[in-house]
């Protein structure tokens, strides 16, 4: 006979995958509590907002449509080049100079090349994942920051100090 | 009508999502329909080499005419052209140019196309990242239906595709996931479309598959497929090696967790390590696929891009529960539609979700159960043949228009 049991009442997927999400977020924070974690994880409430940014960073955000990549402009001055462009400046020379670079030297070293290459794609991926928490955090200040305001009342909307005042760095 | 439906390769040992689609939904058109099968002699999508011979052949009901590829693919090109426009810094022709490098290169399939395509009523494009239908769809402007079976991954955010998809009469998606990725990325509004999904057919009776074992230790998880690090392989060996550690240490451990095994069956495209609690099978045949779904506690399908799983289905056909990688929107999406899959982001997830699986028997066959039910509401032939019908009418209608339009000019 089949190894499998008789279906019981209906489960809703919505429902068990947040009670399994919720304990699977309980037993993380224990165990990195445990092991010398940041104290302000002991707020069950303040874990739970760290870990809701990151999440949305990590899987809400469309990590190819980021603010500051697009503050930054191309990503030729600052992006890790990971594709190989073989040239040489000399006119003459060049084409052969060329030729031995691509049928000879790459051949050769190729399994160095693409084992670089697997490590530039991770380190491209911890780069647009920095990016995208650096942005929901200020997402999330800035949100804050409106909610603040809010609080205050209409007349002091605009009177929240900006961020670098309220937390003591005051310019000389 | 009289279809044609392109596809980069194309025969019944063709084990590819794209070609299986292509191939049972042409089989279930030619039940009405004269249906001709433009493809190439090309078997392996890696390399492209000749292997079928070129020219026209019956296969059941389908016409099937194969044309010769010209050049096989240059990994090392592909590999550098992939480089350059995955990382955001290719121009257009780039883009062009990485469709030419992925191939498959026949330029008598394009001839074909230009000459004879008003011989048809409708030309079904599949897989939008083959240059057969990146080269292809422009040829045949009026009459082109796009299957593209778009996933998540970076060639669906080339620029040139805005273009692509503007072309097209009439789009089959697989899932809503793949309709919002396309309509995200088209210039302009989508022309009609259907969601359609693949069909399939009831299961054979689990009772009689019951009766004969699989030939593996139980209980098992079950990966069927290519065994290939982009589909996430790498990562579920990784975390089932880890999930088989932990629960061999775990204090009052549960019999269903210390011996569960991982069945891979498939072929193998990345080395795959030794383990005692891993059995592989290599390729196996429609009845140990069978008697393996059949027996399996769950399906685990880890893969992070998707635009349909075909063996989710299977899964969910035989009242199997799955796991999938909740990372890939596709996935995720059909689980939550069917309530019949748990799914993981992370190691913690995957060993939460396995062990409940394991540990909560009445549950998981619920899950299975209400798998099999979504299958027999959306994914029955008949259902699905019958929204295919329907938008290869609404085109028609769309195409005249569009005709009509150009005729006047500007």
Redesign the interface.
């Known amino acids: ?14 429902r ?2 947040r009670e ?2 919720d ?2 977020r309980r ?2 924070r224990t165990r990195l509590l445990a092991r010398g974690g940041a104290p302000e994880y002991r707020d069950p409430a303040i874990y739970a907002a760290v870990e809701e940014v990151l999440r949305r960073a990590l ?1 809400e955000r469309d990590h ?1 449509t980021l603010l500051l990549p697009a503050m930054l402009g191309g ?2 001055e600052w ?6 462009e073989l040239a040489s400046h000399r006119t003459l020379l060049g084409p052969l100079i060329l030729f031995v670079k691509r049928r000879v030297l ?1 051949p050769a070293t ?1 399994w160095l090349y693409e084992y670089s ?1 697997e490590n530039f794609r991770r380190q ?1 991926r911890v780069n647009r994942l920095l990016v995208a928490f650096i942005e929901e955090l200020a997402i999330e200040n800035a949100r804050l920051r409106k909610a603040v305001a809010t609080l205050q009342g209409p007349g002091n909307a605009e009177s929240v100090p900006p961020v670098a005042e309220s937390s003591g760095q005051q310019a000389p | 009508m009289n279809l044609a439906c392109v596809i980069h390769r194309f025969g019944p040992d063709i084990a590819g999502g794209s070609e299986t689609h292509c191939r049972l939904v042409a089989e279930h058109l030619a039940e009405r329909h004269d249906v001709t099968i433009l493809t190439t002699c090309a078997c392996d999508h890696v390399t492209w080499r000749n292997e079928y011979p070129a020219g026209a052949s019956a296969m059941g009901r389908l016409r099937v005419i194969r044309f010769p590829v010209r050049r096989m693919r240059s990994l ?1 090109r592909f590999a ?1 052209i992939s ?2 426009v995955f ?3 290719g121009s257009e022709a780039d883009e062009e140019q990485w469709f030419r490098e992925n191939g498959p290169d026949s330029p008598e399939l394009l001839q074909f196309l230009e000459q004879h395509s008003a011989s048809f009523d409708r030309v079904l494009f599949w897989a939008f990242r083959y240059a057969t239908s990146f080269f292809g769809v422009p040829l045949v402007e009026r009459r082109a239906i796009l299957v593209p079976t778009a996933e998540d991954d970076p060639v669906i ?1 080339f620029e040139v595709l805005g273009r692509l998809f503007s072309r097209a009469v009439g789009f089959v998606f697989l899932t809503p996931e793949e309709q919002w990725l396309v309509e995200r990325r088209a210039d302009g509004p989508l022309a009609p479309f259907s969601v359609v999904g693949s069909g399939l057919e009831p299961a054979t009776s ?1 009772e009689q ?2 009766r004969i074992r699989p030939g593996v230790p ?2 098992f998880i079950l990966y069927l497929g290519r065994i290939d690090p982009n589909k996430g392989c790498e990562t579920l060996l990784q975390y089932f090696r880890r999930y088989c550690v932990e629960s061999s240490g775990a204090m009052g451990g549960d019999a269903a967790r210390e011996n569960v095994h991982l069945v891979m069956a498939g072929p193998a495209n990345m080395p795959v390590p030794e383990h005692p609690n891993l059995t592989r099978l290599g390729l196996v045949d429609e009845g140990a696929r069978e008697r393996l779904l ?2 399996a ?1 769950l399906l685990v399908v880890p893969s992070p891009y998707e635009s349909l799983s075909l063996v989710l289905l299977e899964a969910w056909n035989h ?2 529960p799955a796991l999938v990688n909740g ?1 890939c929107r596709v996935l995720k999406g059909q ?2 539609r ?6 993981y ?1 992370n190691y ?2 995957f060993a ?2 396995l062990t ?1 699986l394991l540990t909560q ?10 798998g099999l039910d979504y299958v027999n509401q959306e994914y029955r032939w008949p259902k699905v043949m019958s929204r295919i019908e329907d938008l290869l009418q609404r085109s028609c209608r769309v195409g005249t228009k569009a005709f009509v339009r150009n005729l006047s000019g500007p």
């Open positions: 006979m089949s190894d499998r049991a008789a279906p019981g009442d209906p489960v809703a997927v919505d068990l995958m399994i999400e304990q699977v037993d993380r899987d190819d990503e030729e992006g890790l080049r990971t594709h190989l790459l190729r290459l491209q | 090392h550098d480089e350059r990382a955001g810094r955010r689990s598959l019951s139980t209980p059949a027996h506690s009242q199997l990372r689980a939550e069917s309530n019949g899959a748990l799914w982001r913690d997830e939460a979700c409940y028997p009445l549950e998981a066959a619920t899950l299975g159960r209400q």
